[in-house]
């Protein structure tokens, strides 16, 4: 499509891309930090803009959230230049045109019920599950010997645990009723307790796995009830800090020291946090 047919917003969207395009092609020339940077160098801060912009997401900072988008935009548009300041001949080249042309290319291929498969058919996928059960089943075709290889080894266990049980079910291994998956967190709760009732005493590393186990099916069972177990755990994260600072400011605001009161008046401060 010729620019100029496009709506003024688009015209502005692909100028802005080509702006930032741009000026990272002169920081990339022009500033010995830019300059110096690899991917590996890249890596952590990458890591670390991704859990910032989660961190807005949680909090539903729409400015912040606005703010670390762009960041990671950066990143993006970064690893792309690098990559493209390698040799051409090489096989490991490409710019933000292969990057941006290779996701569109995996979206239209694994969408056939919305642009048709191989053969111009639409593959019939009226709902999400049917849609996630497709997704599973070309990304196979597409040379992955398992269904878990997309799982990366490196993602943070309680996310890897989910990202683990949704690629299952797209297989159609998983529970039918999320009472029977209930029912595996009681099982897999009596188990871990038993570890702790065997008369020879405790086996550390057999009370590791069972607790794993647990964890596991609890992870599991929130899939089942639509809550995401990472979400949920960084929300009471975030909710027992902003309890516990408020304790810790009332606790200095009346001269006392935390590692100086009883239980029960830090109890006092903790229920007052609790309703705030």
Not at 124 to 141: I, M
Not at 211 to 234: H, K, M, Q
Not at 254 to 267: F, I, R, S, V, W
């Amino acid at each position: 499509m010729n620019f100029d047919q496009l709506t003024p917003r688009r015209q502005e969207q692909l100028t802005a891309f080509d702006r930032l395009l741009t000026i990272m092609d002169e920081l990339r020339e022009q500033c010995p930090w830019d300059r110096k940077q690899t991917m590996d160098t890249l890596r952590h801060l990458t890591i670390e803009e991704t859990y910032e912009l989660s961190d807005a997401i949680l909090e539903k900072d729409l400015p912040e959230i606005r703010k670390e988008l762009g960041d990671i935009q950066l990143h993006l548009i970064f690893y792309a230049k690098i990559a493209s300041e390698s040799d051409p001949d090489s096989p490991d080249h490409f710019d933000m045109a292969d990057v941006l042309n290779g996701v569109c290319d995996k979206l239209i291929s694994r969408h056939p019920h919305i642009y048709g498969d191989a053969n111009g058919q639409k593959v019939v996928a009226d709902t999400e599950e049917q849609v996630k059960a497709n997704w599973e089943q070309l990304k196979l075709k597409e040379g992955n010997k398992s269904v878990l290889g997309g799982v990366p080894g490196s993602l943070p266990a309680l996310v890897k645990a989910m990202r683990i049980q949704e690629k299952a079910r797209g297989a159609g291994f998983d529970w039918d009723e999320k009472e029977q998956v209930w029912e595996k967190v009681e099982e897999e709760m009596q188990e871990f307790k038993a570890e702790f009732t065997m008369p020879e005493g405790v086996d550390a590393e057999r009370a590791e796995g069972e607790f794993g186990d647990l964890l596991f099916s609890l992870v599991n069972y929130a899939r089942f009830i639509d809550i995401n177990p990472e979400t949920a755990l960084e929300r009471t994260n975030k909710k027992f800090i902003k309890r516990f600072q408020y304790l810790e400011e009332q606790a200095r605001a009346n001269g006392k020291a935390l590692t100086d009161m009883t239980l029960a008046e830090m109890d006092v401060y903790w229920n007052q946090a609790k309703t705030l």
